[in-house]
Nanobody, 117 residues
Framework: QVQLVESGGGLVQAGGSLRLSCAASGSSSRISRMEWYRQAPGKQRELVAQILSIGITHYADSVKGRFTISLDNAKNTVYLQMNSLKQEDTAVYYC???????????WGQGTQVTVSS
């Protein structure tokens, strides 16, 4: 089992920055990759960024150059640094971890990010 706890969401003006954190506990050493998803009202959940345990990253086109995902293995925490935020970034952001052996997905509770004009 893996437990994920997200933090760092909030209200920010367009052009501002936020950093989301996702702390993993439990069988966190068995995680192959961690991801950030987001879901805006009335829209499907979409992948924002992912990072493999070996450090390779991937970003959605809509956030490339503005968001940075990073992993602190010592703290079992993944971060999402979000810069130059836009109103369309407003969503609930979810952390997701994929188990190395079973490919089972674990989800955090979500954290709200609201970008105002």
């Amino acid at each position: 089992q893996v437990q994920l706890v997200e933090s760092g969401g909030g209200l920010v003006q367009a052009g501002g920055s936020l950093r989301l954190s996702c702390a993993a506990s439990g069988s966190s050493s068995r995680i192959s990759r961690m991801e950030w998803y987001r879901q805006a009202p009335g829209k499907q959940r979409e992948l924002v960024a992912q990072i493999l345990s070996i450090g390779i990253t991937h970003y959605a086109d809509s956030v490339k150059g503005r968001f940075t995902i990073s992993l602190d293995n010592a703290k079992n925490t993944v971060y999402l640094q979000m810069n130059s935020l836009k109103q369309e970034d407003t969503a609930v952001y979810y952390c997701n971890a994929i188990h190395l052996l079973t490919a089972r997905q674990y989800w955090g509770q979500g954290t709200q990010v609201t970008v105002s004009s």
